[in-house]
């Protein structure tokens, strides 16, 4: 299972760490935060490989946004700093199941979702 918590409205400029809880086990999977704002389709937003070897960003969030685990306590975490109304949007984690030898940001690629959390941004 995956479930995300720590969701809220925020101003512009302020800081928000979402978590994504994870059964086990957790270790074994790359992980991704996606997110979907209205009337837009879903967007990958950050990755990490299993052994926390490697990081990859959208352009759109890089510098303000790190991913990081903690594979201990089964938790993917997303800390946004510098939020902006344009990262308004739902953020959802996914356990990639295939293709995962190397960094995939394909959607189809993802075979386990949490049921995500809102982030709001207001200007």
């Known amino acids: 299972y995956l479930e995300e918590s720590g969701g809220g409205l925020v101003q512009a400029g302020a800081s928000l760490r979402i978590s994504c809880k994870a059964g086990?086990?957790?270790?074994?999977?790359?992980m991704s935060w996606f997110r979907q704002a209205p009337g837009k389709e879903r967007e990958f937003v950050a990755y990490?490989?299993?052994?926390?070897?490697?990081?990859v960003y959208s352009d759109s969030v890089k510098g303000r946004f790190t991913i990081s685990r903690d594979n201990g306590k089964n938790t993917l975490y997303l800390q946004m700093d510098n939020l902006k109304p344009e990262d308004t949007a739902v953020y959802f984690c996914?356990?990639?199941?295939?293709?995962?030898?190397?960094?995939?940001?394909?959607?189809?690629?993802?075979?386990?979702w949490g049921q995500g959390t809102q982030v709001t941004v207001s200007a």
């Open positions: 996914a356990a990639c199941t295939r293709d995962c030898m190397d960094f995939t940001s394909e959607l189809s690629n993802y075979g386990y």
């Open positions: 086990n086990p957790f270790h074994n999977y790359v």
């Open positions: 990490i490989d299993a052994l926390v070897r490697d990081t």
